[in-house]
């Protein structure tokens, strides 16, 4: 009986332990790890979308509200994202060169930060609600402070999520942040209807749907590290000297934070410029087609963090060859996902913006910025591809460059000349062009990175530098 135990304790962590980041058979490594990040990252859209239908049926004002202070939430996990993916990708270039006690070493003192951080937050919003509602009307500004202040309790659970679900993935293990992910989204989607209309909560609802469930996701989490399952083992071993270590994960990880952080900044404005045209309409309907971006974009990201494990665990030993063909392979695969949606969305975009309002003003903003912020869809892929290369290579400066045109210094511009000359049209144009030509700036780092590549997989076997001195 102890040995059928033992079989069965040994079989479970068999499933539940990370993937082989040295296996010969890339491509289907690459599925293994970028199907349940994807699977993943699509269920946080899919709940964040149902969770826009639900919040909906309470009325527009109440999408607004949601809008309002989407920018804020995004501002504080532009952090917790950048430190993910600097801790992935640090951990991952550890576990290549071996050295799996430093890997667990950075781990732990990022976690502590991001957690920290959280908490300095929440007590920041806590104190200075008014003076974050940027754009908000005076029929939405009580709606989304009370929500902002409930959801301000689960910043330091958000923080601690994000790092946690990258550190997974990094050590070979997307399919536990998967199925992590799945039961704290399928959690929060069934009680959202309870808390929002059985308890009469209405927004707040949403809010405290969203705490119970991250205290679920972070429970799992903790059991995992607990029992030992991952590669990476957290401790609180460590000293305050160790904290500059902290200097390369946010080297690496500051593309990413700088990008969420334009980001948020470029949906607060567009936010505003809707509402400047339309009113409340014009927030819900740009609000809707950005939900619905999400829903295209995750997953991309999602096979792009599977892969990046591999390029980050690649680059580590120096292999260029194995580099290369990871590229090739994410390219092809991260364009058709994102040109097939893109596609989708396109076609039936009235269709799909009735789902979340019956206001006929906003079904029809929705549909045409939905048309605008989907078509560039088709170059998505080349831009995640080049981005996530760019961070495995640990080159900040390239991957800024990349990270920050879309939604950054090719979209502010374009906001402030198109507007005043073609009015909601004017923003709408701007959305389309600063997405396109991004891709087509990232269509040229690409070709001349696989070059540069195939140059030095034709070379031996080498160790690379963290910092490479050649640039693509």
Known sequence: MNDMSEISGSLRKRRLAPEDLASPQ???LLLRLGLPAMFGLSINAAHHTINMVFVGMIGEDQIAAIMIVLPILMLIAAFGEGIGVGVATEVGRMLGAGNRSRAGAIASISLAAGVAFGAASAIAIVAFPDLLLFGATSAIEPLAQHYLMIIAISIPLTMAQIILDFLAIAEGN???SMWTLVACFALNMILDPIMIFGFGLGLQGVAIATILSQIVALSIYGAYHFRRLGTVRLSLDWRLADIRTLWSV??????????SLTTAGAIAIMVSLAATYHGES???GIGI????LAVGTLPVIGISLGAQSILSFA???GDMARALAATRILTAVTSAVS???GLAAIGFSEKLASFFTDDAAAIGIAGQAIVATHLPLLLFGLRQTVLILFQAQGRPKAAVAIGLAQNGYLLFPLLALLPPFFGFSGVLAAMFLASALTGLLSAVCLVRSLGALRQRSAGPLTSIRP??????
Do not use: E, M, N
């Open 315 to 317: 680059w580590g030993r």
């Open 174 to 176: 997307a399919r536990f």
């Open 282 to 284: 014009g927030i819900a």
């Open 467 to 472: 910092t490479p001195s050649f640039c693509p």
């Open 26 to 28: 890339l491509l289907r």
């Open 250 to 259: 946010l080297a690496v990880g500051a593309p990413t934070t700088l990008t």
């Open 339 to 341: 040109g097939a949606y």
């Open 289 to 292: 087609a950005l939900r619905l």
